[in-house]
């Protein structure tokens, strides 16, 4: 439920970025680019690597959760075919 949780926030702030970025990813508001001030501002690109990380834990968790579910199934169809013998 966590991944989740945490796929929908993403979702919603990159649909906020997005909004008020309009669709370039790239652009640089406020500071100039090679600047680090307190003027920095969140750009998309931030989220949609954060998205990504999000991404690749949901996909490893479900592949986690299937091979185990698969484990146990193949172990109760050995333990049905020793019974058969």
């Known amino acids: 439920?966590?991944?989740?949780?945490?796929?929908?926030i993403v979702?919603?702030?990159?649909?906020?970025?997005?909004?008020t970025q309009g669709l370039s990813p790239f652009a640089v508001q406020g500071a100039a680019a090679g600047s680090f001030g307190a003027t920095q501002t969140v750009q998309a690109l931030d989220?949609?690597?954060?998205?990504?990380n999000t991404n690749t834990?949901?996909?490893?968790?479900?592949s986690l959760c299937s091979c185990l579910w698969l484990w146990r199934w193949v172990g109760k169809l050995k333990d049905e075919s020793n019974n058969f013998v």
């Open 1 to 8: 439920m966590t991944v989740l949780g945490a796929e929908q």
């Open 11 to 19: 979702g919603v702030l990159v649909a906020k970025i997005l909004s």
């Open 47 to 52: 989220i949609f690597v954060v998205q990504a």
């Open 57 to 62: 834990l949901l996909s490893h968790l479900l």
